[in-house]
């Protein structure tokens, strides 16, 4: 048995780190497998680096195993990004508990609102706070007034407890310390993931502070890819091209479009001169910039409302030699194919290599498509 970790990592640092050797303080020399987000992440944003360096880095932090989180669960919302997750450690089988960060250290507090917003009470707050043109996440907070709700870890661990509900995988709670999840500023020590992004976009970085916050691996890596850094601009011109050809019942059929946000989108498309100008022209007091991200990242991904909503696969990223003794028992506990090589499962495969593709597209210096057919599982003998 193995203790599962839906993850970013984007990228891995020292505050990941921090969570793997609390696991193993608590629980002994356990096996650790990960579910990371791929190409782009949960906010519709391109991850750093690809997701080949970032498996690499995570897997020399501490994780034995890591499996691709598919692509059509990572730009969704935060209960569907849970689901996803937790169903790929269900099918997976072997797995005994989901290990995860939140701002506050109480298991029974996080375990009663789950409760509460599954309970019929909560879904008609929920609801109306809906109907009144408030977000999801907005709307939850409104119906159950509580501070809880403004840390978006918590709100992230509260989905998974929903979600863990259905299955016999225990959750482990394992507080967020010194950085918050948003925090710009770069610390020495534990940082968020956000001020190492922030940090290196700068004309010159603070590289001490950077080793200090991840490691020299992640210092390497981020220097090698220094002047080819994803950006979403590098996509306005794909996107711009994929609303022109588009018309209002194409754009309905997309996951994400309803409410006539539509014409928003049509309408923004004609006025916006760049990627982040079109999102804020979209917004609005229920569709906040995430969500707006994730929207447009559908649009450019051709995901459809009716696309598969189920874990149809799991695909190797990287492992250790401990991994490799993990996916003996996976092979024979796992309801779902587990994924080596993508011959044989392209179809399952598509929209993945479709958004590694664009992420391709993010860089100043574009990738050769299909890197995806050239990269097998990272293996580190340790």
Known sequence: MAIGIIAEYNPFHRGHRYQITEIRRRFGDQSIVAAMSGSFTQRGEPAILDKWIRARLAILGGVDLIFELPTNFVIRSAQDFARGGVELFSKLGSISNLAFGAEIDDLATLEKIARGIDSKSGQDRIRRGIESGLSYAAAVDSAFEDQIFHQPNNLLAIEYLRSLKKTSIKPILI???????????????????????????????????????????????????????????????????????????????????????????????????????????????????TRIARILLNIMLGIDRDRFDEIQYARILAFNQRGRKILRDLKKSSSIPIITKISGH??????????????????SKILPPFQDFFNSPIYLEY
């Open 175 to 289: 507080p967020r310390i010194d950085a918050y999840y948003n925090e710009a500023n770069l610390r020495n020590g534990i940082s968020s993931a956000k001020s190492i992004r922030l940090e290196v976009t700068k004309k010159s970085p603070d590289w001490n502070k950077i080793e200090s916050a991840g490691d020299q691996n992640l210092v390497l890596e981020l220097q090698k890819s220094m002047k080819n850094f994803p950006n979403l601009e590098n996509l306005f011109r794909i996107l711009l091209a994929k609303l022109w050809t588009m018309d209002q019942n194409q754009l309905r059929r997309i996951r994400g479009v309803n409410e006539g946000i539509e014409n928003r989108i049509l309408q923004a498309s004609q006025k916006s001169s760049s990627y982040l100008d079109l999102i804020e022209r979209v917004r609005s007091k229920r569709y906040t910039r």
């Open 346 to 363: 392209r179809e399952l495969l598509e929209l993945d290599i479709t958004a590694a593709n664009l992420w391709g597209l993010s860089l």
